[in-house]
């Protein structure tokens, strides 16, 4: 069974720091791209980051780049989200997701295979 798992969000005040995590099992990590997306209520879920299976390739929406950045550690199968400068409008639920990948990455959600079940962060401002 395919499982992710996200953890590390919580309360952070604006401008403040926090690192989400993404804990897999039960799949070929080092295939899988794996994308960080966000849903704050009312909006539609969006794609934050996302970095490649193999050669660390990332990509950043317009809103998070300079400030959020994405890493991967294979041995551990776990992927993780820096998240800097938070601001109020950050704040939503956090997932993280799998998509079978040889090469290249993208944050198409409908092309994704796996899903965590979300952390929230919450923002104070």
């Known amino acids: 069974e395919v499982q992710l798992v996200e953890s590390g969000g919580g309360l952070v005040q604006a401008g403040g720091s926090v690192r989400l995590s993404c804990a897999a099992s039960?799949?070929?990590?080092?295939?899988?791209?794996i994308g960080w997306f966000r849903q704050a209520p009312g909006k539609e879920r969006e794609g934050v980051s996302c970095?490649?299976?193999?050669?660390?390739?990332?990509y950043y929406a317009d809103s998070v780049k300079g400030r959020f950045t994405i890493a991967r550690d294979n041995r551990k199968n776990t992927v993780y989200l820096q998240m800097t400068s938070l601001k109020p409008e950050d704040a939503a639920v956090y997932y993280c997701?799998?998509?079978?990948?040889?090469?290249?990455?993208?944050?198409?959600?409908?092309?994704?295979?796996?899903w965590g079940q979300g952390t929230q962060v919450t923002v104070s401002s």
């Open positions: 970095i490649s299976s193999r050669d660390g390739s990332t």
């Open positions: 039960g799949l070929s990590f080092d295939d899988y791209a």
């Open positions: 997701a799998a998509e079978i990948r040889p090469v290249g990455i993208g944050l198409n959600p409908a092309l994704y295979d796996y």
